[in-house]
């Protein structure tokens, strides 16, 4: 990958390619990735606890299914300082990705790199997790999945 590119995996809210063009409007979806041995997960952040979001939690055995982006690198740049990267809200985090076919890519995703406990996600902020994964055709199985994470962090 030249330096002039960037490449984001996105599992959560970007999954909706029309959030991630909010932040990445030159963002063009690679293709569906899959993420070993992780799980969607909802955190609230340890630099400051009136913010929350999308994490990945480590959970052997599961996969979580994304969608690899490519951007120039000034739309990653927009991204991290959307999310806080500098603030430590979120971080970058290294992921090596499977591709369905076979084969592997590196990448980077975000996650909340200090939590302070869970975070009840509002409907507006789950929607375009759910609308991402039916827009993508994802498996209706994980999309089940989804909602069900989603709801068991709601409660």
């Not at 390619?17 to 340890?46: N, Q, V």
């Not at 997790?129 to 498996?139: E, P």
Request: glycine share 10%; charged share 20%; aromatic share 8%.
């Amino acid at each position: 990958m030249n330096t002039e590119t960037a490449t984001y995996f996105a599992y959560g809210t970007l999954l909706d390619i029309d959030e991630m063009r909010k932040y990445c409007p030159s963002a063009e979806p690679t293709g569906l990735m899959h993420l070993k041995d992780h799980r969607l997960g909802f955190a609230t952040c340890a630099a400051d606890t009136g913010i929350g979001g999308c994490t990945l939690e480590k959970v052997p055995g599961y996969t979580t299914v994304g969608m690899l982006y490519t951007m120039p690198r000034s739309d990653k740049d927009a991204l991290d300082a959307a999310s806080g990267l500098d603030r430590e809200l979120w971080a970058d985090f290294p992921v090596l990705l499977e591709k369905p076919a076979g084969g592997t890519v590196s990448s980077v995703t975000f996650t909340i790199p200090k939590t302070a406990g869970p975070w009840v996600p509002p409907e507006t902020y789950t929607a375009p997790i759910l609308r991402g994964a039916r827009q993508l055709n994802l498996d209706p199985a994980y999309i089940e999945d989804l909602q069900n994470i989603i709801a068991a962090a709601g409660k």
